[in-house]
């Protein structure tokens, strides 16, 4: 069983940065493939970013890559993901998951979900 809280939301302005975090209970968090997804009002949740259990690879959705970067500390239990040059798009609710499997950008792969923590980007 893995418990995951994110935090590190907020309201930022189009162009800023924010860094969320998200912190993993359970001493195998080390085994498990991390990702963060994220959910706007009326929209089905989608896919960000992954990171292998290792942090070896990483995976982004076409939408952040070259903005946003995912990557896990093994040894504080969290995976990160920073996110710069921010847009009004960027607004969702995003939540961290663990996948016991490969993971990947699939829903359905993923395990243990984060209670998830609000971005919010003005224009």
């Known amino acids: 069983q893995v418990q995951l809280v994110e935090s590190g939301g907020g309201l930022v302005q189009a162009g800023g940065s924010l860094r969320l975090s998200c912190a993993a209970s359970?001493?195998?968090?080390?085994?498990?493939?991390m990702a963060w997804f994220r959910q706007a009002p009326g929209k089905e949740r989608q896919f960000v970013a992954a990171?292998?259990?290792?942090?070896?690879?990483?995976y982004y959705a076409d939408s952040v890559k070259g903005r946003f970067t995912i990557s896990r500390d093994n040894a504080k239990n969290t995976v990160y993901l920073q996110m710069n040059s921010l847009k009004p798009e960027d607004t969702a609710v995003y939540y961290c998951?663990?996948?016991?499997?490969?993971?990947?950008?699939?829903?359905?792969?993923?395990?243990?979900w984060g209670q998830g923590t609000q971005v919010t980007v003005s224009s």
């Open positions: 990171i292998s259990w290792s942090g070896g690879s990483t």
């Open positions: 998951a663990a996948s016991r499997s490969f993971g990947g950008w699939a829903v359905r792969n993923y395990d243990y």
């Open positions: 359970g001493r195998t968090f080390s085994s498990y493939a």
